[in-house]
């Protein structure tokens, strides 16, 4: 039955190879085209003054003419029924809060450091920084190891930071293996880490 | 000297009905009103067409028709020269008329009922009786109706019906053939004789 169907329209959408078709229902094929012709012929005819009436209604002022073809796609809203302009307008804020979350996320980004201070007599070593507002008891390093080292490792995000040990408590010191440093005012030496 | 103004006035004159539906739409939009007038010219039985089939009702389809040429000549910078511009009108006014059909929801039914069965007494007085095909018709699912109105009505192939309803060429196909199924049905319930 539904192989039939099929035939009629298959007949109906090619009528130049439905006369080949022996297995159409040739009764059924016959009281389709009725209704589809008196379909096709019953075209309403709209009021004389329909034409006049739409030039009437067009706004007096020019269609827009945006010249750069990105910024017409923006501004411009397509015939879809939705508000292309606020789906278009806020895929453009999705990519960009997308960038920049990569973008923050990159600058962001944490790196392990490993700090080392050799001191075998000591019996404290605290790490003080920019990156903990040069506050003691945050950063512990643990030893000494069998070299007479303290180590510790943290997650800095990338960029410059100042820093010192606290040996003891009391004695800030710089780090002797840091590869920049700047006085620190106190007549010291802050060392400087840049990752 | 006939000859000569005649010669002039061809030169001078410009044959809007001549030029392209893309040249038309380039003229609008460097100012040219008259470039616009053309296109309503030619595609505004087509469009009141696709309304009138979709409503049921002559006002509202002409209303529609208004709004959609007003709606394209606003939006005519996004109009793309190398596409058919009837396509482009009719996907306007399809769109229109779904949002018509939202507002519609909303009135009573009475109300509905009786505008339908009064535009169709209307149009079918005005030429060939058409009353019967148009109340099949307008009992038709809006879904089904508009792929199957434009298909044999405005003749469009079935990739411009997927192209202006948004859908893929399969739906099309398949609304065109139920479409047609539901509409051949619902002709033979209204007629117990052969005659449809």
């Known amino acids: 039955m539904k192989r039939h169907n099929d035939r009629i329209h298959d007949a109906l959408d090619n009528p130049k190879l439905s006369e080949q078709m022996a297995d159409v229902d040739s ?87 490993t700090f080392v201070f050799h001191a075998p007599n000591a019996y404290s070593v605290e790490l003080v920084g920019t990156f903990n507002q040069w506050q003691r008891g945050s950063i512990a390093l643990r030893g000494p190891d069998a070299d007479g080292n303290w180590v510790t490792t943290i997650k800095l995000p990338a ?11 009391t004695r800030w010191l710089a780090d002797p293996n840091a590869k920049l440093s700047r006085p620190d005012g106190f007549g010291g030496e802050n060392s400087i880490l840049e990752i | ?14 044959k809007y009905a001549d030029m392209s539906d893309g040249a038309l739409a380039e003229r609008a939009l460097n100012g040219d009103k008259k470039g616009f007038e053309e296109l309503v010219r030619r595609y505004q039985r087509a469009v009141f067409g696709l309304a009138y089939h979709m409503t049921s009702n002559v006002a509202d389809a002409e209303d529609l028709t208004q709004e ?5 000549y606003r939006r005519l ?24 059909f939202r507002s519609r929801i909303r009135r009573k039914k009475t109300e509905e009922s009786y505008l339908l069965q009064r535009e169709i007494q209307e149009s079918g007085k005005k030429k060939e009786n058409h009353g019967d095909l148009l109340t099949a018709l307008a009992a038709l ?14 003749g469009c192939a079935y990739e411009e019906i997927a192209r202006i309803l948004n859908i893929g060429i399969s739906a099309a196909k398949m609304r065109v053939k139920r479409g047609r199924d539901e509409l051949v049905k619902l002709m033979e319930s209204q007629h117990t004789t052969n005659e449809i």
């Open chain 1, 27 to 113: 009764h059924r094929l016959e009281a389709y085209r009725r209704v589809l012709a008196r379909l096709e012929n019953a075209r309403i005819q709209p009021s004389d003054d329909l034409f006049d009436r739409i030039i009437k209604a067009l706004p007096e002022k020019e269609p827009k003419h945006i010249p750069f073809k990105t910024v017409r796609w923006i501004w411009t809203p397509s015939e879809s029924g939705f508000a292309p302009v606020l789906i278009r307008a806020a895929a453009i804020v999705l990519v960009m809060l997308a960038v920049s979350l990569i973008v923050l996320n990159i600058h962001m980004k944490r790196l392990q450091k």
């Open chain 2, 77 to 100: 910078d996004s109009f793309d020269m190398d596409r058919s511009f009837r396509n482009w009108i009719i996907t306007i006014c399809a769109n229109l008329t779904k949002n018509t």
């Open chain 2, 1 to 14: 000297m006939t000859f000569f103004t005649a010669t002039v006035y061809n030169i001078v004159t410009i």
């Open chain 1, 159 to 169: 960029g410059r930071h100042e820093y010192m040990f606290v040996v003891d408590k």
């Open chain 2, 68 to 72: 959609a040429f007003v709606t394209a």
């Open chain 2, 141 to 154: 699912s809006p879904k089904l109706r508009a792929p199957l109105v434009l298909k044999h009505v405005e």
